[in-house]
């Protein structure tokens, strides 16, 4: 688990349509558990540097369930409380998508769910 900088580029890269990779994009608190998003807003290509990207915000995001203030404040992560958005650009490359897909599938084993949606024109 885990890329070194230099797999994913600079922890801030502007450019690319993961441009950060220290912040979560979007997080919203409820009574019972909280909701995360990340917003891929620009086409994902499928590359080295992408795949990097993308397995770091993913693992930032999950973390954020896991982390001792979730917790403390809500207990372990439970899919009915705890859910992960993706928003991906629609015309990102299909591999990239499946990718995402893969990633979804495994959320429900750390207790949170996924909830993927296309957006952008396609």
């Not at 973390?63 to 203030?69: L, Q, T, W």
């Amino acid at each position: 688990m885990g890329y070194a900088e230099s797999e994913a580029g600079a922890t801030e890269d502007v450019n690319h349509p993961i441009p950060r990779l220290d912040v979560l994009d979007t997080v919203v608190t409820t009574e019972r558990g909280a909701y995360v998003g990340i917003l891929i807003s620009t086409p994902l290509r499928d590359d080295p540097i992408s795949r990097a990207r993308l397995r770091r915000k993913i693992e930032l995001s999950l973390g954020y369930f896991a982390g001792a203030d979730y917790l403390a404040r809500f207990g372990p992560a439970d899919p009915a409380h705890s859910k992960l958005y993706l928003s991906v650009h629609a015309n990102s490359d299909a591999g990239m998508i499946e990718l995402i897909e893969q990633y979804c599938a495994q959320f429900p084993a750390s207790g949170v769910a996924a909830v993927l949606e296309l957006s952008g024109t396609n």
